[in-house]
């Protein structure tokens, strides 16, 4: 965490415009800047394991992607029915 926890950086992204028009919607709904939701949603994902920052980037191997998912939400969540 920096020095100062008010402290910002500003990040360029490139998204698709499937992402885009997702954005747009949800700042439509939550009366959101685009700048504000996609700074909360890089600050929770900043602060997943590494283990769920894997499965949410994809980077778990297919064959066993659903089952590691179950268990990762068994382990944060409780059970999964």
Known sequence: MPANPQA?????LEI???AKEAIE??????GMTQVALTSR????FS???????????GHLPAEIEADI?????QK???PVR
């Open 8 to 12: 910002r950086i500003v990040v360029r």
């Open 16 to 18: 698709t415009p499937d």
């Open 25 to 30: 919607e949800a700042t439509e709904r939550t």
């Open 41 to 44: 949603v890089l600050q929770w």
């Open 47 to 57: 602060r997943q394991s590494p283990t769920i920052q894997a499965a949410i980037l």
């Open 69 to 73: 998912l179950k268990l990762m939400l």
């Open 76 to 78: 944060n969540k409780g």
